[in-house]
């Protein structure tokens, strides 16, 4: 643990969730090549788009012509869908509505795991103390991968909403919602940009979970902003919210 500014009294813990409870990478690569399958097998489709980076680039490429895309990864998926059949001379009969749909089924593929008991029990001892809150660009299910009970909120951009982190309107709605200033959040997440720097930008202190959840080599020279502390591990969260507990004199959750 490592502290570069001094920190403040907090009263609620925001999280990240892709690579910061668990190691998101390997989840995401077999969701995406199962779901290519899927969809190859279910319309007949050319082989090479069985390949997830046919869809990666038609994807790519929507968010060139439409910025605002990026805020909803839900809405760039199925709308990436409509272009990626129309390519292919294959467009979906069902419109908006049957790409919707395979997005569904896409995110109960990118749900299909559970989380690290050790990331578990850090939030159950959390819960006891702060309320939590989920605050992620993606589209994981809370309640599918086990987590929906340990959270009290679950933030998520939009793009007719919120836009996604690094813009502080996530870390605002939250203060927001919960009557929280932002002085006395502490956000912890693994991204030196949409975390770090969305959360400094926010006015949110910020706990730094140096290489993700898997310990990967951080990137120094993405970090943009100071966080408040690093951490070497999501266990050393526990020691810090210890001390800070004797400063704010929180009463113990039901």
């Keep these: 643990m490592i502290f570069y500014k001094r920190p403040l009294p907090f009263r609620l813990i925001s999280f990240d969730l892709d690579d910061t409870l668990y190691d998101n990478a390997p989840i995401m690569a077999r969701a995406e090549h199962e779901f290519a399958d899927f969809l190859c097998d279910r319309y007949g489709l050319d082989p090479y788009a069985r390949d997830p980076l046919y869809w990666k680039i038609v994807k790519r490429t929507l968010c060139e012509e439409d910025a605002s895309l990026l805020n909803d990864v839900t809405d760039l ?135 993700g959840y898997v310990g990967n080599v951080m990137p120094f020279e993405r970090l943009t902003r100071v966080p408040t502390l690093g951490l070497d591990s999501l266990l050393e969260l526990l020691n810090f919210t210890e001390y800070n507990l004797r400063q704010v004199k929180l009463p113990l959750r039901a």
Excluded: W
Excluded at 156 to 180: E, I, M, N, Q, Y
Excluded at 200 to 205: H, N
């Design 77 to 211: 998926r199925a709308l990436g869908l409509i272009r990626g059949f129309e390519i292919l001379r294959r467009p979906l009969k069902g419109g908006l509505e049957e790409a919707y749909a395979l997005t569904d089924h896409f995110v109960k593929i990118r749900s299909d795991f559970e989380v690290p008991l050790a990331a578990r029990d850090l939030l159950s001892i959390l819960k006891r103390h702060y309320p939590l809150a989920a605050v992620s660009n993606g589209n994981v299910d809370l309640q599918a991968i086990g987590l929906e009970g340990y959270f009290d909120y679950d933030l998520r951009p939009s793009r007719c909403g919120h836009r996604r982190k690094p813009h502080a309107d996530l870390f605002h709605r939250l203060s927001s919602l919960t009557g929280v200033p932002v002085r006395e959040i502490l956000h912890v997440g693994d991204d030196p940009v949409t975390d770090v720097q969305g959360a400094v930008d926010a006015g949110v202190q910020c706990a730094f979970l140096m290489g």
